[in-house]
């Protein structure tokens, strides 16, 4: 076992009931920013104590587990098939999907473990500046950028599926009080078009407090700066450029961006292009689970970015810090 599979595996009960997205936190109130703070100072320096194990890198250790669920996946779609062809399974194919099942949820949380080993050696980092900060219609686009990425400690009070960041798509520019969490299981949809899970819950006013590397570029910004410089027809081509560069990487290394996850595959979500979007640059781009069929014989989760907050998000984790540049033009 690696050593952020470890560090995860002892900071992730130690934090629980905290509600991670990405590389931040949410509903961090001053009392939960001290204590994710200490506790992951706490954690790292015990097991370096502990240790001596070499720190691996994130995102090789994190491409190990998804190759491992990519061939899982592919063998119960192929089983799926097998029933939707056949009507039917076997025992033996029965017990074999079952198998599949567990060994596809024991990947997804060792994803899981990877990621919270990760955000606690981010907290700790000298190099960072991590605080909670509030959330208001002047800086929307903070939680705005976290609208779509996996979820961690936030579980549907009617199904247990996990809950994401979401906004009403009826407005141009999220607001604060346009945003909710919603059930994964909307994504979900059976042969007659019926979602699993309707589910819904306003944010509540802890929820604006959030815990993040203050550092970022995007923290300098107000949400009309965001919005202003993503929609400027002088940098839309610079843009374009940019996320069309992370889509051929996706294509090319068959893994998509790491804190964007389908909720029912695990897998890594695939930046895409629509082919026809009338010049709406923000109708243009989206995120999809490699799972997806036609016609509802796959999977049809997706995250549109359909706001400017959320075209930041994707270029942020894609570039980092460099993610600026890119913004500046």
């Given at each position: 076992m690696s050593w952020l599979q470890v560090l995860g595996q002892t900071f992730n009960p130690l934090i629980r009931g905290v509600v991670r997205a990405g590389k931040a936190a949410v509903a961090a109130t001053a009392p939960v920013a001290s204590k994710l703070m200490q506790v992951a100072r706490d954690?790292?320096?015990?097991?370096?104590?502990?240790?001596?194990r070499a720190r691996g890198d994130a995102g090789s250790e994190q491409e190990v587990v998804e190759r491992q669920l990519q061939e899982v996946?592919?063998?119960?779609?192929?089983?799926?098939?097998?029933?939707?062809d056949n009507g039917r399974l076997t025992d033996r194919e029965k017990a074999e999907w079952q198998r599949l099942k567990a060994r596809r949820a024991a990947l997804i949380q060792d994803l899981d473990d990877l990621?919270?080993?990760s955000f606690a050696e981010d907290v700790v980092d000298p190099e960072n500046k991590y605080?909670?900060?509030?959330?208001?219609?002047?800086?929307?686009?903070?939680?705005?950028?976290?609208?779509?990425?996996?979820?961690?400690?936030?579980?549907?009070?009617?199904?247990?599926?996990?809950?994401?960041?979401?906004?009403?798509?009826?407005?141009?520019?999220?607001?604060?009080?346009d945003f909710f969490w919603g059930c994964s299981g909307w994504y979900i949809v059976d042969g007659s078009g019926r979602h699993a899970c309707r589910h819904i819950e306003r944010l509540?006013?802890?929820?604006?407090?959030?815990?993040?590397?203050?550092?970022?570029?995007e923290f300098q910004m107000k949400a009309d700066e965001v919005r202003r410089r993503i929609l400027d027809p002088g940098r839309r081509q610079r843009l374009r450029q940019a996320l069309?560069?992370?889509?051929?990487q996706n294509k090319a290394s068959?893994?998509?961006?790491?804190h964007y996850r389908c909720p029912v595959h695990g897998e890594s979500l695939r930046l895409q292009r629509k082919s026809a979007s009338n010049d709406d640059f923000l109708d243009e781009y989206f995120l999809g689970c490699p799972r997806w069929l036609p016609q509802n014989q796959g999977c049809n989760f997706l995250i549109k970015l359909k706001s400017p907050g959320r075209i930041t998000g994707v270029l942020q984790e894609a570039y980092g810090i460099d993610a600026g540049r890119v913004l500046d033009g």
């Open positions: 954690t790292v320096d015990e097991l370096a104590r502990r240790i001596q996946n592919a063998r119960i779609a192929r089983l799926r098939k097998a029933y939707r990621e919270a080993g605080q909670s900060t509030t959330v208001t219609e002047q800086n929307a686009h903070l939680i705005d950028m976290l609208t779509g990425q996996t979820t961690y400690g936030k579980k549907c009070r009617v199904c247990q599926r996990a809950m994401t960041l979401q906004w009403d798509r009826r407005v141009g520019t999220p607001g604060i009080r509540s006013n802890d929820d604006f407090r959030i815990f993040m590397d203050v550092t970022r570029p069309d560069a992370i889509r051929a068959d893994i998509g961006l790491s």
